[in-house]
């Protein structure tokens, strides 16, 4: 089996814990929750998450990139992980200082502290450098205990809102120890070395251009539950997060395989292969698409049916909400594609840069104008448009620069598949009570459909993707 393909496994089944998971915990957290309780965990962490950004600096994709280049060289790698790793840990000392300087003024003060273990964890983060090894399955094997232990606690702790402090301190002791177990094998990857201080500072500019699309992403995905938060209730805060819940859990399971291949573009962007760049590239935007396309369609099919014993009764609101974000499964997947085996391992940061600040500079404009008169509405139409900006400029960016092109015919009929099955799958099952055992056989029933009908049209699954 190649690496790339290894990894791919273990990132695809570390993501589908996350979606088995969820299936369980969040019907669990929202009863307890409810919206209030889901709305200030969301609100809070959108505000903490301001904070972890910072600490983070750049090294999600930077140090990758910075990681991957130096691999084959034990030395320089060593040299190359400390500077970097340094510099990570000056500046979330820092910015761990301001947010206990700032968040007792704040409401919900008494949660920040608690939510303090997530800048402690970025300053601990070091998953870009097993990344940039090509090495996931650490990731993978750190992230499941560490998940499976956290759902545990989750099932047997979090009854009612007054257990809100103790979801929260769930979530965030599991992203903390998951950066700690990755320390334990640190040893056999690197050799320890005290490396000078103007070396550590060299990578600060360097990372600041990784940074700036960091901001970006954050404003035009965080800043609606924070602007909901202050402009209007905690439970508007709710209702947003979990009509996002399923087009997140979708996206990050088809984005697993972008994750695994960006250090391996990052290494043939290094070799010059720009033929094999463009030929991975091509399979996986057409393997993802077979995939997310129909999911788009499912998610509008199952939506009414699911909200009832996924989400409670308290959660109702949102049924007419989540059929208009479910184009996000195919908008979202198709920008991350383009940035993380194009833009970044090509070193192409402005332009990832700008795709990233047109969508933040729109997204805040519309916030503030719309949010404080139309709440959860504004919030909605900020997050589509500058999710779909976002993927806009990266398409352009692509096709103008590239020899890519998308098979047109292909995808009209992954189209004509799925809206086949979407309308099957709706008329027979309408009627349905909502429950489990609906929302799986109408599952099993859309695939099945859409198997056959991509058949009968000719549209084969795209199986060999790595050689």
Known sequence: ?????????????????????????????????????IGIFNYTSSITNYFVLVAGLGLANYGVREIASVRENKEALSRKFWELEYLNVFIAVGIL???????????????????????????????????????????????????????????????????????????????????????LPLRNKVSCMLVPLKDIWYHFI????????????????????????????????????????????????????????????????????EKQMYTILQKTIHLSMYFTIPLMFGIVVISNHLVDWFFGYKFNFIKSIIPIFAPLVVIMPLGISIARQYL?????????????IYSAIISVIINIILVPKYGIYGSIIATMVSETLVTIIRVVELLKNTTFRFEYGRIMKI???????????????????????????????????????????????PIRLFK
């Open 344 to 356: 970044v391992p090509r070193g192409e940061i402005k332009s990832y840069n700008l795709s990233v």
């Open 97 to 183: 200082a301001v947010f206990f300087l700032i968040t007792p003024n704040l409401d919900y003060s008494q949660y920040y502290l608690i939510e303090s273990l997530m800048i402690i964890a970025a300053l601990l983060d070091i998953s870009w450098l097993y990344i940039g090894l090509e090495d996931f399955g650490k990731i993978s094997l750190a992230n499941f205990v560490v998940k499976v232990i956290s759902f545990m606690l989750i099932v047997y702790l979090v009854h009612d809102e007054e257990d809100l402090w103790k979801y929260i301190f769930i979530q965030s002791m599991s992203v903390l120890l998951s950066q700690c177990i990755l320390w």
């Open 1 to 37: 089996m190649s690496k790339v393909l290894k990894n791919t496994v273990y990132q695809a089944i570390y993501q589908v814990l996350q979606i088995i998971l969820p299936l369980i915990t969040v019907p669990i957290v929202s009863t307890a929750l409810g919206p209030r309780g």
């Open 206 to 273: 360097p990372a600041c251009h990784y940074f700036i699309s960091k901001i970006a992403i954050t404003l035009y995905t965080n800043l609606n539950k924070t602007l909901l938060g202050v402009f209007g209730t905690a439970a508007a805060v709710g209702f947003y997060s979990n009509s996002l819940t399923l087009v997140t859990i979708l996206v990050t399971l088809v984005t697993s395989v972008d994750e695994a291949l960006l250090p391996r573009m990052s290494s043939l962007n290094a070799k010059g292969d």
């Open 415 to 461: 189209i004509l598949c799925s809206g086949i099955m979407a309308v099957v799958v709706f008329y027979l099952t309408n009627s349905w009570p909502s429950s489990v055992l609906t929302t799986l056989l109408q599952g099993l029933l859309g695939v099945v459909i859409y198997l056959g009908t991509t058949y009968i049209v000719g549209v084969r699954l």
